[in-house]
């Protein structure tokens, strides 16, 4: 897990996700708003069965690219606190995919650098998705080339 000053840590895991592993914590009494994202596998994609996901990544790679949008995330809004899990290797329909958190004084902050945060993992950080389905398999590319 990457950690930067108790401001943001980042994990890749083959770990299977458990929300009640993340959201336990007991509250500061600075920020008013905790927005979670959890990214959850669907079980259907382009009107066909997903039995399974298998997610590979280049981890250090996917760690500095992680950074680097946190760090937009600190220079464009007041947030205190990012959390993000991403899973790897095999999920399963109605499995967690990602736990995302973001924490900060005002819920808009949060709700803004959140969305922020999924829009900008999708374009840059190399995690790539194969999908499996009863009649074969695609890896899946969500970048999008601006």
């Known amino acids: ?10 994990k ?15 509250f500061g009494t600075s920020d008013g708003s905790e927005v ?14 997903v039995s399974k996901l298998f997610y590979e990544s280049y981890e250090d ?7 680097k949008i946190i760090n937009k995330i600190f220079n464009n809004w007041e947030i205190s606190f990012i959390r993000v899990i991403h ?13 995302l958190t973001v924490k900060s004084r005002h819920r808009k902050e949060s709700f803004e650098a959140s969305q922020f945060f999924v829009d900008e993992l ?3 950080v190399p995690i790539w998705k194969k999908e499996f389905f009863e009649d074969g398999t695609v890896w899946i590319n969500d970048k999008i080339v601006e």
Do not use: C
């Open 1 to 10: 897990m990457s950690e930067s000053k108790n401001k943001y840590q980042i």
């Open 36 to 49: 979670i994202f959890l990214g959850i596998t669907r079980d259907n994609n382009f009107d066909r069965n």
């Open 87 to 99: 899973r790897l290797g095999e999920v399963f329909p109605s499995e967690l995919s990602m736990i």
């Open 122 to 124: 999708k374009k840059t």
């Open 12 to 26: 890749l895991t083959n770990e299977k996700l458990e929300l009640n592993n993340f959201t336990n914590e007991e």
């Open 61 to 67: 790679m996917a760690i500095i690219e992680i950074e």
